[in-house]
């Protein structure tokens, strides 16, 4: 039941409490910082270890993964593909490495799993493509230096 | 029967039973690098270690005799702690290279240097390099990892049938290699990579394709010759990537031959025929389906019919290819082929003294006890219809004895069917279930292990479009 506590006819109409309301309105709009960012210029620092887009670590040129399978084994997602092969400097690396961004559920487990550092997960968090098949990275795409992890 | 008791258990034993075979038959897991069942015991690599009551040191339970009374602990504190400075002095030169060797997943020295082993080293000296010569196109050797166990040695004495492998120097610097770096003979190369309880021998064929936890293991039978050797066919997602021997006393113990080893090649291969082939107008090749060419075969297979059947094929559907000839086909004369000369079950001989067989078809016994002749290249035909499992010989010079049409059903290369009219793709072992027959009369199963490749289908599914 609503009980009508207002006395008076120029309280029935809630000034004080417009005012009051109004108030803090104001103070916020003026005087508090604001919460979004202007986006493509501005951009948000994450942590370290924030969990965006892979990449390999290489040294020197040379990458650090050995085709060794435990990225893929660990893997919840199954998105990362690699074939092993054989060259003269290096007894086993990736012959292909590619990672289906696309399906991948960004929890680190394969940089976790890694015994040899290779497998990386960056702070680039902007992965928008225009079409499927190029949320499927491969090893040159991989190899570019995206962080210092 | 003499006792022996074994953690807590009393166990019988044969007289002259080494410790180790007794706790192997009973299930109670003694770790070993240097025992095998088939070897001699050299007792040197000194894990399999075991306390003794009234014996003043730990003796090792691969050379020492059970006897009668004998109380043997297997997991005291004492043999922990040896297990674990036998394991650090294994690990002292043993590289760190999991990630890149092949063993990595079925590795002994991995299992137990987790299950016995300390996590870290305590080593920090040089550890030892060796330059690897090469051993053949069979075993790729890295001799980094190598734990000295011998069992590569001892293989090629005892049972490969060569002494060709050697330890050269002492001590830290032994070397195992082959005498004077020749590659290997012996036609059983690829057990050597199966006893190596590290990743010293590994297989060439199969390096870096697959890592080994990959693979689904499928208990099936070798159908590289009479033999029947027991083997795991290993695959994944209908590919077929290796074959392990499987232990079997009566057959082929632990072991199987290079030639078994690697024939699964053609499974897989891109020159096998998968899709239901039909001879165009223009005397070419082509791609159908299933229904059209099952059709164009049933109006092609007239007259005096030969009916070939290879004898890689199991006992089911060598009976259901008789049943069809009897049925369906008026005039039919029914032969098994195979290995060039080897018309009747007795020309299958021992090829050497340890597996192979002459008959290089797993059933040529069972095709014989289904009352199949051998085929001897005689007479005229009008058509013919060649059933083939993937193993038997390619009939190529059929056109001498058929005038009209030659029907292939099975598997075929795209090489090999020249002569052909029409091809239906069948299954081959690794895709199917069933029976063949031994050179010793033992029959064995054969189990699917992968889906059929491409349109592949069976024989049955074949006779049922075709009535």
């Known amino acids: ?149 | 029967m003499p006792k022996c008791i074994i953690d807590g258990k009393e166990l019988e034993f044969k007289p002259g039973e080494m410790v180790i075979q007794v706790a192997d038959r009973n299930g109670i897991d003694i770790p070993r690098f240097c025992y095998h069942p088939a070897l001699a015991v050299v007792a040197q690599c000194r894990m399999c270690a075991v306390e003794v009551e009234k014996m003043p040191k730990i003796q090792t339970a691969c050379s020492l005799p059970a006897g009668d009374g004998m109380i043997v602990h297997t997991n005291s504190d004492k043999v922990k702690k040896t297990r674990a400075s036998v394991m650090e002095f294994t690990l002292i030169n043993h590289p760190l290279d999991c990630p890149i060797c092949d063993e990595a997943g079925e590795c002994t020295l991995q299992d137990y240097s987790f299950a016995h082993g300390a996590p870290d080293s305590r080593y920090e000296e040089h550890r030892r390099t060796f330059i690897d010569l090469d051993m053949g196109p069979v075993i790729k050797k890295n001799m980094n990892r190598c734990i000295h166990c011998t069992r590569c040695i001892r293989f090629c004495d005892e049972v490969g049938g060569f002494r060709e492998m050697v330890a050269l120097k002492r001590g830290n610097s032994t070397e195992i290699t082959t005498v004077d770096g020749k590659p290997l003979e012996t036609e059983y190369a690829g057990n050597l990579a199966d006893i190596c309880p590290t990743g010293s021998l590994t297989l060439v064929d199969f390096r870096f394709k697959k890592r080994a936890w990959y693979l689904a293991k499928t208990k099936s039978v070798c159908e590289g010759c009479a033999q029947g050797c027991n083997i795991d066919v290993n695959s994944e997602n209908g590919v077929v990537f290796r074959h392990l021997p499987r232990e079997n006393m009566e057959i082929n113990k632990w072991w199987i031959c290079d030639e078994g080893r690697f024939s699964f090649k053609y499974v897989n291969a891109e020159a096998r025929v998968t899709e239901p082939t039909v001879r165009t107008a223009d005397k070419k090749l082509d791609f159908t389906d299933w229904k059209s060419a099952v059709a164009e075969a049933k109006a092609k297979a007239t007259g005096k019919v030969l009916v070939l059947i290879g004898s890689d094929l199991t006992l089911e559907e060598i009976r259901a290819i008789q049943a069809f000839a009897k049925d369906k086909l008026k005039d039919a004369a029914l032969f098994h082929f195979g290995t060039p000369g080897h018309l009747k079950a007795s020309d299958d001989k021992a090829e050497d003294k340890i597996l192979r067989r002459t008959s290089k078809t797993s059933n040529l016994h069972g095709a014989e006890k289904l009352g199949l002749k051998g085929w001897d290249g005689q007479g005229k035909y009008d058509s013919a219809l060649v059933f083939r499992g993937g193993r038997a010989m390619m009939l190529t010079d059929l056109r001498k004895n058929v005038g009209g049409a030659i029907i292939g059903v099975g598997v075929f290369e795209t090489a090999a069917i020249d002569s052909y009219e029409v091809v239906l793709p069948g299954l081959s072992y690794t895709e199917k279930s069933g029976t063949i027959v031994n050179w010793q009369g033992k029959e064995q199963k054969l189990n699917k292990a992968i889906e059929p490749v491409g349109q592949s289908r069976s024989v049955a599914d074949v006779f049922a479009l075709w009535s």
């Not at chain 1, 207002?6 to 417009?18: C, D, M, V």
């Not at chain 1, 199954?78 to 012959?95: L, N």
């Not at chain 1, 990672?99 to 991948?104: G, M, N, Q």
């Open chain 1, 1 to 149: 039941m609503l009980v009508n506590n207002k006395k008076g006819f120029l309280n029935k109409f809630y000034l004080f409490e417009i005012l009051t309301g109004l108030k803090i309105t104001m103070r916020n709009m003026l005087f508090a910082k604001n919460v979004t960012i202007q986006y493509p210029e501005e951009r948000r620092t994450y942590s370290d270890r924030y969990r965006g887009l892979h990449y390999i670590k290489s040294v020197n040129g040379v990458e650090n993964c050995t085709a060794c399978m435990l990225c893929p084994t660990v893997c919840p997602a199954e998105c990362i593909h690699i074939v092993a092969g054989e060259r003269p400097d290096k007894e086993k690396y990736p012959v292909k490495f590619e990672i289906d961004i696309l399906r991948c559920c960004y929890c680190g487990f394969c940089e976790e799993a890694c015994p040899k550092d290779a497998i990386k997960l960056s702070n680039i968090y902007e992965m928008a493509v225009s079409y499927r098949d190029k949320g499927v990275y491969d090893k040159e795409a991989l190899l570019v230096q995206r962080g210092t992890k």
